[in-house]
């Protein structure tokens, strides 16, 4: 059932990767009409930082770079900063920011939570500054080869866990096309990721109640008090 439900994801960012290309051409060579932008002056590279261990923020769930599935952007077992017991500060994300894991950015984490949650300081909290960039005309760039190619060359440039930096990654240069056939592909994009959503959340019941059935298995029959057995 997990499989299914993770081929599914994978299926639809392939798919929503042809319709990008389909739309806006290779981001190598963008379709006339694109005009390129600094990183930095589209979007806001980071978010304020706050102790988790303060109980305004300790309820909130916790998403590190485990918790994001490459490419599909799926977010895995998440826990709360107290579950997690965690000391150090965290980003406070809303549910504006798109998630870009500055480690090993070759294995393209990048997730899109729509949550108010905290965020490992590996991961780089993006919000959109300006009105000529649609949000998911950006996740969907920042999962592109081209991008990725660009960034893990200087992340694998250094001597030790490959990583960009935020500077780096506000010089780098994005192609946006007008905004309203950024909003077309918008569309199709939310249409899909509710389908993968529900999809998901499909999954999620079938696996617990699957587990719940094994149990009953191995305790056998429980009586109430009253009799009735479960």
């Known amino acids: 059932i997990k499989g299914r439900a993770e081929f599914r994801a994978e299926l639809a960012n ?7 290309v ?6 190598h060579s963008p379709r ?16 304020k930082l706050v102790d988790p261990k303060r109980p ?5 769930l916790h998403i590190g770079g485990a918790n994001i599935q490459s490419n599909t952007g799926e977010l895995l077992d998440l826990k709360t900063a107290a579950e997690e017991g965690l000391i150090s500060q965290k980003f406070l994300i809303s549910k504006e920011h798109v998630l870009l894991s500055k480690i090993r950015p070759k294995l393209r984490k990048v997730s899109y939570p729509q949550i108010t949650a905290l965020c490992s300081a590996d991961i780089y909290p993006l919000r959109i500054k300006s009105d000529l960039c649609s949000v998911f005309y950006l996740l969907q760039y920042l999962r592109t080869d081209y991008f990725t190619s660009r960034i893990s060359a200087i992340a694998e440039s250094r001597a030790n866990i490959p990583k960009i930096n935020r500077d780096e990654l506000g010089e780098q240069l994005i192609p946006l096309p007008s905004i309203d056939l950024q909003r077309q592909f918008e569309s199709i994009a939310m249409n899909y990721r509710s389908v993968i959503v529900r999809e998901l959340q499909a999954s999620r019941e079938a696996r617990a109640l699957v587990e719940s059935l094994r149990f009953r298995l191995v305790l056998g029959p429980v009586s109430t008090a009253s009799g009735t057995q479960f």
């Open 14 to 20: 392939r798919f929503l990767s042809s319709v990008f």
């Open 22 to 27: 389909s739309l806006f051409g290779d981001p």
């Open 32 to 47: 006339p009409g694109s005009s390129w932008f600094r990183f930095g002056d589209i979007c806001e590279i980071g978010a």
């Open 56 to 60: 305004e923020y300790s309820r909130f």
